[in-house]
């Protein structure tokens, strides 16, 4: 903030008074800067106050926090505004779920397999960066490419070099549409059947090499049964499966799937609503010190910093109590 200067005021000026009895002769009247009353200054300091504590609010609204490794956060400062002007939306408005729900319903599983966890990366295709971070984490964690993006199709194809599972990242309307747009390649409620399918196929055709698809956004689109029945058909004759990212509590998309006989799985946990290292890092530890009570888990985070230090700290307790990070197609039924 700028600071105020001092000056003077040219009409405060003090003459001094021509009657005066002194035989002395008068001197020329000299200015001099009028001191600046108290209350002005109480009002700088207030107003100092107030804007410190307005940029510390707008700092913590787009979940930046000081991290035990500062060295990307920068980066991540850029990527979360970028994701903001997009729309990114984990939930319908009023319905934001916990980080992390009760324990998810047993899928099937034999004894011998023990607890696995499909880590999913959403919202790929921003930052070629952020690729190599989780390509060095020891770990198969899929990758969920959002289709149309400057660098989707060059992040699937390195992806699947590298032997990661990628899906796609299948944007869908929102509450909200339009001041939330889920950006190109949207499939919208007032669509026909065939402009459906033929959006859902240039965004399959965009993303190479996918095994499934889950929803980006998609809280007022996966609650209309019927078109997220033309949606989840069109991926059965692909061969595709599909992940519901439960972005709305209403959502059709298990009860779709399960009727068509799709092959499906639901998000469990979102790690990283709150873009926090230590929040990311506490479930991921909850999860892993109740592992009695759990087979197995999918979890969704995002290409934040904070996400990917959470997970690579968590891989040595997984590791010791015999957790095992699989790809997410693992998990569907």
């Not at 149309?148 to 590298?162: P, T």
């Not at 990311?280 to 985070?301: F, M, P, Y």
Request: charged share 30%; hydrophobic share 40%.
């Amino acid at each position: 903030m700028n600071r105020v200067r001092c000056t003077g005021y040219p009409s405060d000026i003090i003459v001094k008074n021509k009657t005066n009895h002194s035989r002395k002769k008068s001197k020329k009247a000299v200015g001099y800067s009028k001191p600046r009353p108290l209350g002005k200054w109480i009002y700088i300091f207030i107003l100092s106050a107030s804007l410190i504590f307005v940029g510390y609010f707008l700092y913590r609204w787009v979940c930046i926090k000081d991290i035990p490794v500062p060295r990307r956060e920068v980066s991540s400062f850029k990527k979360v505004i970028e994701r903001k002007k997009t729309g990114h939306e984990s939930v319908k408005p009023g319905e934001s779920p916990e980080c992390e729900k009760a324990f998810p319903e047993e899928r099937k599983t034999t004894p011998e397999a023990g607890n696995r966890i499909a880590i999913v990366i959403d919202d790929m295709g921003y930052d070629l960066r952020v690729l190599d971070e989780i390509l060095r984490i020891d770990a198969p964690i899929t990758l969920s490419v959002i289709p149309h993006l400057s660098h989707s199709v060059l992040i699937a194809e390195r992806a699947g070099k590298a032997g990661r599972e990628v899906i796609l990242h299948l944007p869908m309307e929102p509450y909200g549409y339009p001041e939330k747009n889920p950006g190109e390649g949207a499939l919208l409620l007032n669509m026909s059947r065939d402009e459906l399918v033929a959006e859902l196929e240039g965004d399959i055709a965009n993303i190479p090499g996918i095994s499934g698809a889950n929803n980006h956004m998609g809280s007022r689109f996966m609650e209309d049964e019927e078109k997220v029945a033309i949606v989840l058909n069109r991926l059965k004759e692909r061969g595709l499966f599909f992940l519901d990212s439960l972005t709305t509590r209403q959502s059709k998309g298990i009860q779709v799937a399960r009727k068509i006989g799709l092959r499906h799985v639901e998000r469990d946990v979102f790690l990283d609503n709150h873009c926090d290292f230590e929040k990311a890092l506490a479930i991921l530890n909850r999860i892993a010190e109740k592992k009695d009570s759990w087979h197995t888990i999918v979890i969704i985070g995002h290409p934040y910093d904070s996400t990917i230090q959470a997970i690579e700290k968590s891989l040595p307790i997984f590791r010791e109590r015999n957790i095992n990070i699989v790809p997410l197609s693992d998990l569907v039924r």
